[in-house]
């Protein structure tokens, strides 16, 4: 199943709605892609709604860390929302979880984006 | 004690990658492990597939990448073997180390051996080996599973 990007805004935040699988290859550049275009577009808050994303590898692991790391270090802030279960674990083994700001509700996330 | 065994040679791309993650979630549902396990189990082949295509071969279409599944009652066993520069485990960094977190690569091992009961490497001449077993449950080795963590 190939990864698919899509956006919107809400009350200054861009939410990129992602579903299928991010991956070595296709998904990960779909992701790195996004994320880029977004932060070029002067975009600084970004939420990535991983709710429908069924499956990550390794390298889609560092592509969540490398888009971490280049919002911020333009000065931006990335947020990720609604991880599933298997995302979450993930994260919990990699001890990435306490790196990343994570939500479970989307009004939640733009709030904490605009506190 | 019976055992079946099954053997891919495949090329060195991401396609080969995804049939031995596919293939691998085939062989672990037949040896009884349950859903989650299957996809853990997967995972870990994904890993190693990706290592050997991508580290171990470099994409080279003259090199192979052979993935060898081996299952017996007590156990799934795979083999991901590359005809690459060869690997020193013990040079992989820890990705859990403060400076290694916001690394972008170099989680595959690592996950590896977090889904993967037992993995060891084996030099080749030319390329790596990597053997993974996962036990199929017993209440003797949940014991030992636990008693490790």
Do not use: W
């Not at chain 1, 808050?45 to 390298?59: A, C, E, F, P, R």
């Not at chain 1, 971490?68 to 929302?81: H, I, P």
């Not at chain 2, 870990?44 to 050997?52: G, H, L, T």
């Amino acid at each position: 199943m190939t990864m698919k990007a899509s956006s919107r805004q809400v009350d200054g935040v861009m939410i990129v709605d992602l579903s299928g699988r991010i991956t070595l290859g296709e998904g990960s550049v779909v992701l790195r892609d996004t994320v880029k275009d977004l932060s070029t577009q002067g975009h600084k808050k970004i939420l990535l709604n991983l709710g429908n994303v069924t499956y990550i590898d390794s390298s889609g692991i560092g592509e969540l860390v490398s888009a971490y790391t280049s919002v911020r270090n333009a000065g931006g802030e990335l947020k990720l929302l609604n991880l599933t279960k298997k995302v979450h674990d993930l994260l919990q083994i990699t001890k990435l979880y306490t790196v990343f700001d994570i939500q479970d509700d989307e009004a939640s996330a733009i709030s904490a984006f605009n506190r | 004690m019976n055992a079946t065994r099954v053997s891919y040679t495949l090329e060195s791309t991401l396609a080969s990658v995804n049939k031995a993650e596919q293939a691998a979630t085939e062989a672990a549902a037949k040896s009884g492990f349950d859903e989650d396990e299957c996809g853990r189990i997967a995972m870990a082949v994904r890993e190693a597939a990706v290592n050997a295509v991508l580290h171990g071969n470099r994409y080279d279409p003259n090199k192979r990448v052979t993935v060898c599944f081996q299952t017996t009652p007590d156990a799934l066993t795979v083999a991901v073997r590359d005809e690459g520069q060869g690997l020193d485990p013990a040079t992989v960094p820890d990705p859990l180390a403060p400076e290694n977190l916001l690394k972008q690569s170099g989680r595959g091992i690592f996950l590896i051996r977090a889904f993967m009961d037992e993995i060891s490497f084996r030099s080749l001449s030319p390329g790596t080996e990597i053997t993974m077993i996962k036990f199929v449950r017993g209440p003797g080795r949940d014991g030992n599973k636990e008693a490790n963590q």
